[in-house]
Every structure is written in structure tokens, then in C-alpha cells.
């Protein structure tokens, strides 16, 4: 019994010292964080999908990849989270490859969160923007909290 007793007060500091380092992880947590982006595109008549099933999407996505002259622009569908109902501004950016020369184009608008789980928000490219842009090779998507980034998420060619 004593041996029981002197191994739980050796073990006394390192319990407290994790328990009090728990308050200050949480500071340091973001406010928000994105859960998923995905880059789609749209044909001539704003739709990425014919049906609303995830297999139709899927279908008309590849369909649209293969028929660049189908193509009206792209959408970018960004879920992302907040711990609170924060205004935030969205910002993408994209590097595109025209003629084999680098481009790039930057996408900003400001959100708010409105779920109780998830939100999406929806950033569109239309066709002339996608036209300067050329080709798609990567993207990066942030969210900004006045001049602070709170989170951020990239492809991976990024």
C-alpha cells in the first residue's frame, strides 16, 4: 500500500502540469477551420450536376473535364467550421497554367457562419476569369479574421 501511495504522489506534477497546460492548448486553438474544399466546374448554364445525386455529380464532373467547350467556369465549394457565429472573409487562391506560362488569380468574398455543424460557402469563377487562369494546377484556400489567418487548407501541388 504504501508503495501504491508514494508511486501516485510521484506521478502528482506530471497530472497537474498536463491539466493546467490544457487552458493554454485552448487558447492557442483556431477559431474556425475548413473541413473540405472542392474545386468543380460549371457548365454554360451554372449547374455541376444534372441530377442531385453525388454519382450524377460525380459523372457530369468528368464528363465536363473531358468537354472543355461544355465548360461555363468553375465553382469552388469550400465546408468549413466555427466555434462561434463569426463574420470571416473567404479567400482563395489559384495558379493556372496558360499557353505554358504561370498564372494566377486571387478570389476573395466575406462569410459568416451560419450552421450549427458545417457551413458551405460558394465562390464562382466565370468563364472569362477561367479563361485568363488557364488550366487549374493548384489552389489555396484561407480564412481571414480581420488581417489574422485563422486557418487554411491547400492542394496538394500547392
Do not use: C
Not at 475548413?34 to 450536376?49: I, M, S, T, Y
Not at 464528363?63 to 465548360?71: D, I, S, T, V
Not at 469550400?78 to 479567400?91: D, E, M
Amino acid at each position: 500500500m504504501a508503495s501504491l501511495t508514494k508511486k501516485l504522489l510521484s506521478t502528482a506534477p506530471l497530472v497537474f502540469l498536463l491539466l493546467s497546460s490544457g487552458n493554454t492548448l485552448g487558447a492557442n486553438m483556431p477559431s474556425a477551420r475548413l473541413v473540405k474544399v472542392l474545386p468543380q466546374f460549371v457548365d454554360k448554364q451554372n449547374r455541376v450536376a444534372l441530377n442531385p445525386s453525388l454519382y450524377e455529380r460525380d459523372a457530369y464532373q468528368a464528363y465536363l473535364r473531358k468537354n472543355p467547350a461544355e465548360q461555363g467556369g468553375m465553382r469552388f465549394a469550400v465546408q468549413w467550421k466555427s466555434a462561434a457565429t463569426n463574420h470571416f472573409n473567404l479567400r482563395l487562391e489559384l495558379r493556372g497554367n496558360k499557353s505554358n506560362v504561370g498564372t494566377s488569380l486571387v478570389l476573395e468574398q466575406p462569410v459568416k457562419y451560419t450552421g450549427l455543424f458545417s457551413t458551405w460557402s460558394k465562390i464562382d469563377l466565370g468563364a472569362e476569369a477561367k479563361a485568363r487562369l488557364g488550366d487549374l494546377s493548384a489552389w489555396r484556400a484561407t480564412l481571414w479574421d480581420g488581417e489574422r489567418l485563422v486557418t487554411e487548407q491547400k492542394s496538394f501541388l500547392w
